[in-house]
Structures are given as structure tokens and as C-alpha cells.
């Protein structure tokens, strides 16, 4: 499985951008797919968790209400839309992904330790 995080940028207070992931080599299982993110000199904080399967998203408290993760599944692609960005959203967001069984969705879906594949980061910079 790779993941491929793109779509940051900069960003004035108060915009949206969206974030793509595109993951190639998924078999026909399901999987939960995370955004993550970390700002400088921060440690890596959970934003959001995807569902391959029906699309149930799960978010972080600092995220709640403003940020929305959407599934193409013709596409393998789980997208992030941000909007009402802060600049305390300013970090570098990477995406990843477990494979989904019946024991393991919905549990620590914040935690790193659950997500065997990653992307690579992209820099979102907010700012006036």
C-alpha cells in the first residue's frame, strides 16, 4: 500500500483548502484512513479517521465543525476539506492507513500505533 498526501499551501486566515490522499495498492478489504498532523516543534496530533467502507469520519476536538473527510472510492482517494482555517492549523499533515477487521474499527483510530501504511507530508501554512 502507498498513500500520497498533496493539496497544501498557503492559506489567509479564515480560508479552506483540501487535501487529497491517494492510496494505490488496496485489496478488497476496507480500510480506516487518518489524517494526522504536526506543527513545529509539536508532536504528532490525530485529525481525522475514514471508513473505506461507508465513509463514517471521525475528527479531533480542534477540528470538529470545520474540517470534513470525504471517500472516492473509484478513485482510492480520501479527501480532507478544511475550512475556517486558524493559524494554529499551521503543520505539516500526512495521511495514513489500516486495514479494517471486525475487532479493530472504532478502537484508537487516534492513535499512530494503529496505522501500518503513511504517506508523506504536505505543508499547510496559514496565514495573513
Known amino acids: 500500500v502507498q498513500l500520497q498526501a498533496s493539496g497544501g499551501g498557503l492559506v489567509q486566515p479564515g480560508g479552506s483548502l483540501r487535501l487529497s490522499c491517494a492510496a494505490s495498492g488496496f485489496t478488497g478489504d476496507y480500510y480506516a484512513v487518518g489524517w494526522f498532523r504536526q506543527a513545529p516543534g509539536k508532536g504528532r496530533e490525530w485529525v481525522s479517521c475514514?471508513?473505506?467502507?461507508?465513509?463514517?469520519?471521525y475528527y479531533g476536538d480542534s477540528v470538529k465543525g470545520r474540517f470534513t473527510a470525504s471517500k472516492d472510492n473509484n478513485e482510492n482517494t480520501v479527501y480532507l476539506q478544511m475550512n475556517s482555517l486558524k493559524p494554529e492549523d499551521t503543520a505539516v499533515y500526512y495521511c495514513?492507513?489500516?486495514?479494517?477487521?471486525?475487532?479493530?474499527?472504532?478502537?484508537?483510530?487516534?492513535?499512530?500505533?494503529?496505522?501500518?501504511?503513511w504517506g508523506q507530508g504536505t505543508q499547510v501554512t496559514v496565514s495573513s
Open positions: 495514513a492507513a489500516y486495514m479494517i477487521t471486525s475487532s479493530n474499527w472504532g478502537q484508537n483510530m487516534d492513535s499512530e500505533n494503529m496505522y501500518d501504511y
Open positions: 475514514t471508513s473505506t467502507s461507508d465513509g463514517s469520519s
